[in-house]
């Protein structure tokens, strides 16, 4: 393992010698003495100072949680005027760990405001660490848009330089700063955002401040709503800047008690070479202190499952036997299998409320494939796969949608459908387990959050022995802001977190060894795609992106104690996508049935079989990746979604030609054709592109596994030629598609008239798919036909697929 560990470092080249050492680390092939007892006697102290606010006191540096040259205490900052500095507290400290701070303000509109913060100071060895929970309570509802500035100020030490600065972003990068005078502003975004477009987006809401040789820091707050930190070194010996965020009141009215919580980890500089990483931990350690990493076997799985009730619900079993054939006992643990679309209607889930039980028998995918299906014979197939050694996971929902057409009772309800301020609802998935159109609740909503609550603890009774886990599929449908207006102006991005945690917690309260899978879809901005990472308070994420390569990066910090998987419904054809993931992600190897490519393991080719498996032993030795030291762009520019390779076609000289044009003469025979549309004469047309595919146009080959497929190409009369040009199969809108489809090896061979036989004349043999392939000769010759001799295609169906053949010479 530690080898292959080198390995992956050498490959991606995303790892420094600083990252590379923590790299070994994770795979456990390198041990970092552990630090000094120079500051040992970390000794911290919590004070409050009346000039400076909270103070904490440690031997490395001096903490001021309340001031910077700025803003000399903490302030609330109003809408249309009005601004209120946090002084003067009513301070109780009961010992020297804890301070509880009250104070009394007036806000616009006669509010009166009652702040307390509440601290708790923790010492472990040479870490010191601070949580606060900040909490605001007016006497009636705030309607006016409130911002809250967290002011602080980190002095140490005088150093050769000014401090630096480590941030999580959004795409996966553990991405360096320098700081200076200049403020450096980033900001974790779910509720209400602060910042624009030029304001780079955090994973997790916590920043790492660097003194090197001097002192290590780590500020963050809680993840339920924004922050942005703005940060910057004025010298050698200080760090500065303010965490601010803001209540939108004027749409959703502040009332109640309001609680953001808020952390500090201090520790002496690193020991050489370690890396980002520590920071992340006392983000969820502090922040999160109820989201410990997932049971070990979770962090085991090399393989995933997904079953869509395939071939009309017979598919599953199938394939699990042939799974269980194909792979031995102690590797069948490491495979995590998910049965999908068991239910009656989205929304219902097989569940009947008027009882709080799971019915006994439904009609899975009423409308289209019509499986009956009963509780026992669920735990059944359930039961085959458990007994069988995997681990087995039951799909729990798509999202919060629920099917207005459901002919069963109790699986819509109109009144829990999110609404926006214009009455606009949000419409969701639609397909064979569906009715009608289906609408997103809203999670926010009381009744909403416990109608969940009861259907998991039916589904926990009913099938809870059978199963490791649950999936909730596509959380990202809430996205960032959202705000619902009934049954109150709420914030459903907060509302689905305090849902998605509340049910992860429900699973972990029946058995700890269970977990609860979100499915966040997160990545850049695009409509249909997640951005709030839920995943962070769930046991980790199994998303529908299709193994996509630029998606895994953002699902990075989100799942950084837990694990991140994919599915892929074109596990075949996409192939080239899953292997992208395992090898560079560390990601498990993806497969399906009941959907897009609709080919499970018991129907799988020879071919297709043998790179399965081989990529499922190869993901056996790797360790996943944890965030990246680059730009992830960098990385992708070696994916298979990067621009194919291309040779560019000369633009034809005076009196060239294409003499393998039916508008020349030429004629086009081939081994076989896929079917009539697919002929051979369709690379004869001079159409360079996939314009009329399947209607005449190119030339697709029958499956032969035996000999090499092959076209020939007759000219009317012998012509000379000086180039032959290849066009690989690949769809015009996405030219990376013919990573897919193409033709990787093959010969060119000529007609020699004097000997009466074939003359090999060309071979491309370098196992790689190019878009277009011109092959110039070393000099003329003269044939009257010559013919493509395919030896190795892209796609396991092993089917060829070309657009033109050409072959250009002078008149």
Not at 367 to 384: A, I, N, S
Not at 504 to 525: H, I, N, T
């Amino acid at each position: 393992m530690c080898t292959n560990g080198m390995k992956i470092f050498r490959r991606t080249m995303l790892w420094d010698n600083r990252f590379y050492r923590k790299w070994a680390m994770i795979v456990g092939c390198l041990t970092v003495a552990p630090q000094t007892s120079l500051y040992a006697a970390n000794a911290a102290s919590l004070v409050w100072d009346e000039a400076a606010g909270v103070v904490v006191q440690t031997s490395i540096a001096t903490v001021q949680m309340d001031r910077s040259d700025n803003l000399p205490a903490p302030v609330l900052k109003f809408a249309g005027g009005g601004e209120v500095e946090l002084k003067n507290p009513q301070v109780a400290q009961p010992d020297a760990t804890r301070l509880k701070l009250t104070y009394r303000a007036a806000a616009p509109g006669g509010v009166a405001l009652k702040v307390v913060r509440e601290l708790t100071l923790t010492s472990r060895e040479a870490n010191t660490e601070l949580v606060e929970a900040f909490q605001i309570t007016p006497d009636k509802p705030i309607t006016a848009d409130l911002e809250i500035r967290r002011p602080f100020t980190i002095s140490g030490a005088k150093g050769a330089s000014r401090a630096s600065a480590v941030c999580p972003l959004f795409n996966g990068w553990a991405k360096p700063y320098s700081l200076s005078e200049t403020a450096l502003d980033v900001e974790y975004r779910v509720g209400n955002v602060l910042g624009g477009k030029d304001v780079e987006r955090l994973a997790l809401p916590v920043i790492q401040l660097d003194k090197q040789g001097a002192w290590r820091a780590a500020l963050s707050s809680d993840c339920r709503f924004s922050a942005l930190f703005s940060v910057s070194a004025a010298n050698e010996t200080t760090v500065q800047g303010v965490v601010r965020y803001r209540y939108a009141c004027s749409r959703v009215p502040l009332k109640g008690t309001e609680t953001r919580q808020f952390g500090l980890w201090l520790t002496p500089p690193p020991p050489a070479g370690e890396p980002f990483g520590k920071s992340v931990d006392s983000f969820f350690r502090l922040m999160l202190p109820d989201v410990p990493p997932g049971p070990k076997w979770l962090h085991e799985i090399a393989m995933v499952y997904y079953d869509y009730l395939s071939e009309n619900g017979q598919g599953w079993e199938k394939d699990v036997n042939e799974l269980a054939r194909l792979l031995k006992p102690d590797e069948r643990r490491r495979v995590a299998l998910c049965f999908h679309g068991w239910y009656e209607s989205l929304g219902g889930y097989g569940y009947d409320d008027s009882t709080g039980k799971m019915k006994t028998s439904w009609t899975a995918m009423g409308r289209t494939r019509k499986v009956p299906m009963t509780q026992e014979e669920m735990k059944r197939r359930l039961g085959v796969a458990k007994q069988l050694g995997f681990r087995v996971m039951l799909y729990f929902g798509d999202g919060v949608i629920q099917d207005s057409k459901s002919p069963s009772p109790g699986c819509y309800y109109p009144d829990w459908n999110y609404e926006d301020a214009n009455g606009k609802r949000i419409t969701g998935w639609e397909g064979p387990d569906t009715w009608g159109t289906t609408y997103v609740r809203n999670p926010s909503n009381p009744e909403v959050v416990a109608w969940y609550g009861r259907y998991l603890k039916a589904l926990l009774a009913a099938y809870g022995s059978e199963l490791d886990g649950f999936v909730w599929d596509e959380t990202h449908y809430i996205k960032r802001g959202q705000i619902a207006q009934k049954p109150e102006p709420v914030y459903c991005d907060q509302g689905m977190m305090d849902l998605l945690a509340g049910l992860r917690r429900q699973v972990k309260a029946a058995d700890p060894e269970k977990v609860f899978l979100a499915s966040d879809c997160v990545g850049p901005d695009e409509p249909g795609w997640g951005n709030v990472n839920y995943a962070m308070v769930a046991d980790g994420t199994f998303q529908d992106s299709w193994c996509k390569p630029d998606r895994w990066s953002f699902g990075l910090f989100p799942n950084w104690r837990n694990t991140f998987w994919s599915c892929i419904w074109a596990a075949e054809s996409h192939f080239s996508w899953m292997r992208w993931g395992v090898e560079n992600f560390g990601t498990p190897v993806a497969i399906s049935n009941g959907f897009g490519d609709d080919r499970g393991p018991s129907e799988w080719n020879p071919k297709y079989r043998k790179a399965v498996l081989e990529l499922f032993h190869k993901r056996l030795t790797k360790t996943p990746v944890r965030f990246l030291s680059v730009d992830p762009q960098i990385l992708l520019a070696t994916s298979p979604e990067a621009p194919p390779p291309s040779d560019p076609i000369p633009v034809p000289a005076a009196g060239e030609r294409n003499w393998a044009l039916a508008s020349n003469g030429a004629r086009a025979t081939a081994s076989s054709a896929l079917d009539a549309q697919s002929g051979p004469m369709g690379l004869i047309d001079g159409v360079r592109d996939d314009s009329n595919w399947t209607a005449g146009h190119g030339w697709a080959g029958q499956i032969v596994h035996a000999a090499p497929q092959w076209v020939e190409i007759a000219f009317p009369q012998p012509r000379p030629v000086s180039r032959f040009v290849i066009v690989n199969y690949a769809d015009k809108r996405d030219p990376t598609s013919v990573i897919m489809w193409g033709v990787v090896n093959y010969d060119i061979e000529i007609w020699d008239a004097s000997s009466n036989a074939w003359k090999p004349t060309v071979s491309e043999n370098q196992n790689r798919v190019m878009v277009n392939r011109v092959h110039v000769l070393e000099k003329p010759v003269e044939t009257s036909k010559f013919r493509v001799a395919i030896k190795d295609v892209a796609p396991f169906d092993d089917i060829a697929r070309l657009l033109q053949v050409e072959a250009w010479g002078n008149e």
